[in-house]
Each structure stands twice: as C-alpha cells, then as structure tokens.
Nanobody, 122 residues
C-alpha cells in the first residue's frame, strides 16, 4: 500500500516556475514507478511525466512539457518532485502524483494522491 500527498501548487504568472512535491508512505517507495498527471477543467486527465525505479531512474515526458518540466525522485526522502519552468496558462490544472509497480504511461497507476492545483495567469 502506498499513500501519496502532493504539495507546492499555487497561482503564478506565465513564465514563472513552480516545484511540486509528492511525499509517499511505505518502505518500498524506491521500487515504484512514479508519475505526475494533470486534469484541466472540462478535459480528460493526461500524463505529464514519469520516472522509473530501475534503470537509474529513467524519465519520460509528455510532448507538451518536454524541455520545460523535470521529474526527479529522492528515495531517501520517499519523495518525487516536478520542477515546472516557463509555465503557460495551458498548464493550469489539478496535478496528481501516482505510483505503480511497473512502468507504463498508458495504464492507470494503482495509487493516487489527491492532487494540488496549479493556476497560471496570462
């Protein structure tokens, strides 16, 4: 069982940066693939970024955030981060952290946090 709690969201202007954090419970955090998803009002939830537990923490990004967002993890702190740079109004969404035992950006992860709101004004 993994419990996830996100933090770090807020209201920022376009071009600004934010760092989201996701604190995970559980002694086997390092063996889980971790993800960030987002859902904007009236839209479906979409994959943002993922990081595998194996392969040195290989990362994966949606095209829309490639080059602007960075996902990382600190296994000693049971925490995954999403550094978001050059934010755009279209990045406005509820950002949720998720975890799964095997990595796939196309399959719903088993565990989810409640989400943290990110709002980018123009």
């Amino acid at each position: 069982q993994v419990q996830l709690v996100e933090s770090g969201g807020g209201l920022v202007q376009a071009g600004a940066s934010l760092r989201l954090s996701c604190a995970a419970s559980g002694r086997t955090f390092s063996r889980y693939a971790m993800y960030w998803f987002r859902q904007a009002p009236g839209k479906e939830r979409e994959f943002v970024a993922g990081i595998m537990w194996s392969g040195g923490g290989t990362t994966d990004y949606a095209e829309s955030v490639q080059g602007r967002f960075i996902i990382s993890r600190d296994n000693a702190k049971n925490t995954v981060y999403l550094e978001m740079n050059s934010l755009k109004p279209e990045d406005t969404a509820l950002y949720s952290c998720a975890a799964s035992r095997t990595y796939s950006r196309f399959v719903n992860p088993e565990y989810w946090g409640q989400g943290t709101q990110v709002t980018v004004s123009s």
